[in-house]
């Protein structure tokens, strides 16, 4: 009982308020909106052909779209012989952050800090590959 008393006695009203976190979009994410902003209206099909991406994570990344509201479903596309007319999807305008981004702090990091540290690094790697040689 002792634990229900002192919660009960809490003073709700003064805890800090939730800190807000800004979540950074996955890549998967913005190319898939990248590629229906290009293309306007698309099914799932197209964006896996374009992209070169696993249908199934795809899948999950155009829920994920949908529900936070920068994907919507337009329709039907064109019926497919034995089997249903694939969705068609669209981005709805919301803005979204660009897929450069990942590639600017690829390259920012991928700079070695000296050129000490390259020589170490370029080291490691040949010892690695000649040991898969090897082995």
Not at 13 to 27: E, G, I, Q, W, Y
Not at 30 to 57: C, F, G, N, P
């Amino acid at each position: 009982m002792r634990c229900n008393e002192n919660y009960a006695r809490q003073d709700l009203s003064v805890r800090a308020p939730m800190k807000k976190t800004h979540k950074v979009m996955p890549l998967n994410q913005r190319l898939v909106l990248e590629a229906l902003k290009r293309r306007r209206h698309s099914t799932l099909r197209a964006v896996v052909e374009d992209l070169q991406i696993s249908r199934d994570i795809l899948k999950n990344v155009f829920v994920t779209l949908e529900a936070q509201g920068y994907i919507e479903r337009v329709g039907k596309g064109y019926h497919v012989h034995g089997g249903h007319p694939p969705v068609m999807y669209r981005w709805t305008g919301k803005a979204f952050p660009s897929s450069s981004e990942f590639e600017q702090c690829r390259t920012e990091r991928a700079a070695p800090a000296s050129p000490h540290v390259a020589a170490l690094v370029a080291g490691i790697h040949a010892m690695c590959s000649l040991g898969g040689v090897a082995a």
